[in-house]
């Protein structure tokens, strides 16, 4: 029973940055760990990172690693997903995901609650 909205995709090239954010409604956003997945065409949706409840623990796919970030700001309900060094694999549909079962392994956990979807284009 949470709605997530996210907002900041857009049309960037290769190498620049984007920040996205999902804002959920109602006051329980702190009992939710979080995650954002992407979709590309012809592609099967996947992870791409997750946060815990508090923030202090953080799960990224490999190919994300080292370029993208995840955070929370709970006093705003709203996570972010900080994405530099773009490429144009990167391009997809990029949802935010919430579930308030679990807080650990957040990488391979299934998700109750999602977003519509904001896109990311990234050209060469």
């Known amino acids: 029973q949470v709605q997530l909205v996210e907002s900041g995709g857009g049309l960037v090239q290769a190498g620049d940055s984007l920040r996205l954010s999902c804002a959920a409604s109602?006051?329980?956003?702190?009992?939710?760990?979080m995650g954002w997945f992407r979709q590309a065409p012809g592609k099967e949706r996947e992870f791409v990172a997750a946060?815990?409840?508090?923030?202090?623990?953080?799960y990224g796919a490999d190919s994300v690693k080292g370029r993208f970030t995840i955070s929370r700001d709970n006093a705003k309900n709203t996570v972010y997903l900080q994405m530099n060094s773009l490429k144009p694999e990167d391009t997809a549909v990029y949802y935010c995901?919430?579930?308030?079962?679990?807080?650990?392994?957040?990488?391979?956990?299934?998700?109750?609650?999602w977003g519509q979807g904001t896109q990311v284009t990234v050209s060469s």
């Open positions: 109602g006051r329980t956003f702190s009992s939710y760990s």
């Open positions: 995901a919430a579930t308030e079962k679990w807080d650990y392994g957040l990488g391979s956990k299934p998700y109750d609650y």
């Open positions: 946060i815990n409840r508090r923030g202090v623990n953080t």
